[in-house]
T-cell receptor
Framework: GAVVSQHPSRVICKSGTSVKIECRSL??????MFWYRQFPKQSLMLMAT?????????EQGVEKDKFLINHASLTLSTLTVTSAHPEDSSFYIC???????????FGSGTRLTVV | SQQGEEDPQALSIQEGENATMNCSYK?????LQWYRQNSGRGLVHLIL?????REKHSGRLRVTLDTSKKSSSLLITASRAADTASYFC?????????FGQGTELSVKP
């Protein structure tokens, strides 16, 4: 079946630094990828939708200059949390859509801790 | 933005009992999906029900969908301690998947 690889699984960074999270579709071409954020004991909140070769579409309230999304190829999307602050500490999960089957496949998530 | 409202927020049952979780949503959908998440981990896709379907089964899972009421339910029969997890409904509409608030299920042995 479709597999999405997300790296790193855990990252700790200092306040003010930037962190990049990668999301790769391993055995299919992902026409669309999604990025979600999940705070403890809460649900997944959609942050943005990215389509290969075009700018990401951000959900209301998500700062596009803080959460940079690049979808440079059909198998790779990256989320960069810029100038991270402790309140950005969260679980980030990506999802990729197989353009053929139109199924959603999720990565295993990245736990970001900003200290 | 969140589309789905789920209830209950938390459910505690004994092993062997059935667990029912409900989900309501606001807009038209293509399909509705249920996911499971163990604490601090990734999502596991459980079942998908299309907007033109009313009921679907998969093993011990039974999902219903009522598009007139914009609601769905997930029934887990003969629950096991290993079913302890958070369960989320997610609606597929307008080219994206939006999650409900989730139900935290605890199955006591």
């Amino acid at each position: 079946g479709a597999v999405v690889s997300q790296h790193p699984s855990r990252v700790i960074c200092k306040s003010g630094t930037s962190v990049k999270i990668e999301c790769r579709s391993l055995d299919f071409q992902a026409t669309t990828m999604f990025w979600y954020r999940q705070f403890p004991k809460q649900s997944l909140m959609l942050m943005a939708t990215s389509n290969e070769g075009s700018k990401a579409t951000y959900e209301q309230g998500v700062e596009k200059d803080k959460f940079l999304i690049n979808h440079a190829s059909l198998t790779l999307s990256t989320l960069t949390v810029t100038s991270a602050h402790p309140e950005d500490s969260s679980f980030y999960i990506c999802s990729a859509v197989d353009g053929y089957n139109y199924g959603y496949t999720f990565g295993s998530g990245t736990r970001l801790t900003v200290v | 933005s969140q589309q789905g409202e789920e209830d209950p927020q938390a459910l505690s049952i004994q092993e062997g009992e059935n667990a029912t979780m409900n989900c309501s949503y606001k807009t038209s959908i293509n399909n509705l999906q249920w996911y499971r998440q163990n604490s601090g981990r990734g999502l596991v896709h459980l079942i998908l029900i299309r907007s033109n379907e009313r009921e679907k089964h998969s093993g011990r899972l039974r999902v219903t969908l009522d598009t007139s009421k914009k609601s769905s339910s997930l029934l887990i029969t003969a629950s096991r301690a290993a079913d302890t997890a958070s369960y989320f409904c997610a609606t597929d509409a307008a080219g994206k998947l939006i999650f409900g608030q989730g139900t935290e299920l605890s199955v006591k042995p």
